[in-house]
């Protein structure tokens, strides 16, 4: 159990620590962010695009769809590289849902801290709605004001980063309080 609670931990402060750091860069470059990341994924469509078609035209006989889909593919990147801020709608979903499914895990490790008999397995419960709530309302609210948004992402990265330390902190600790009962009470029977 201390292995799968070690690999547990590790896991989760990694997590963490990436969702901090990104949510800041975020938080501080919101405009740049987002148009850097849609000019990077346009460019990286742009070259797919590009890939597809010259296949086909070497290889008319084995390859009788590239062309078409390089060229839609070349066509999606030219609008994403021209319009970047098309991919941060999307990133907007995506890191919300990522939030959300943060938002649950963590909800699970505090009833696990409640089972363990943590004492204040609330306060998890607590921070784990939230971030659900967060990742709920940057879906929600990027549609409506980008730059805002943007920025309400990289608050709502480092605010998941911040309850899953919390939350693992209060789930190792809960467990080793169980596993120093378990010892003591080997012990005591010996």
Same mark, same amino acid.
């Given at each position: 159990m201390k292995e799968i609670l070690k690999r547990i931990k590790a896991d989760v402060v *990694?997590?963490? $620590?990436?969702? /901090? /750091?990104?949510? #800041?860069v975020v938080m501080v470059w919101p405009a740049a962010i987002t148009i850097l990341l849609g000019r990077m994924i346009g460019l990286v469509l742009l070259i797919m &695009? $590009?890939?597809?078609?010259?296949?086909y035209l070497a290889n008319r006989e084995e390859n009788r769809i590239g062309l078409a889909s390089g #060229? @839609? @593919?070349f066509a999606l990147g030219v609008l994403i590289? #021209?319009?970047?801020e098309l991919v941060a709608q999307m990133v907007s979903v995506v890191v919300g849902v990522i939030l959300i499914m943060h938002g649950v895990g963590d909800?699970? *490790? &505090? *009833?696990e801290s409640r089972r363990n008999g943590d004492d204040i397995w609330w306060l998890c419960i607590l921070l784990s709605a939230a971030t659900i709530l967060f990742g709920v309302f940057v879906i929600w609210k990027y549609f409506q004001v980008a730059k805002v948004a943007t920025w $309400? @992402?990289? *608050?709502?990265?480092?605010? %998941? +980063? $911040? +309850? %899953?330390l919390f939350v693992v902190y209060r789930v190792t600790k809960a467990a080793k309080r169980v596993l120093e009962e %378990?010892? /003591?009470d080997v012990e005591y029977k010996e």
């Open positions: *990694l997590s963490a $620590l990436l969702c /901090i /750091i990104t949510g #800041v &695009g $590009l890939a597809h078609a010259l296949s #060229v @839609v @593919v590289f #021209v319009r970047p909800l699970q *490790l &505090g *009833l $309400l @992402v990289g *608050l709502a990265l480092v605010f %998941d +980063g $911040l +309850g %899953d %378990d010892a /003591i």
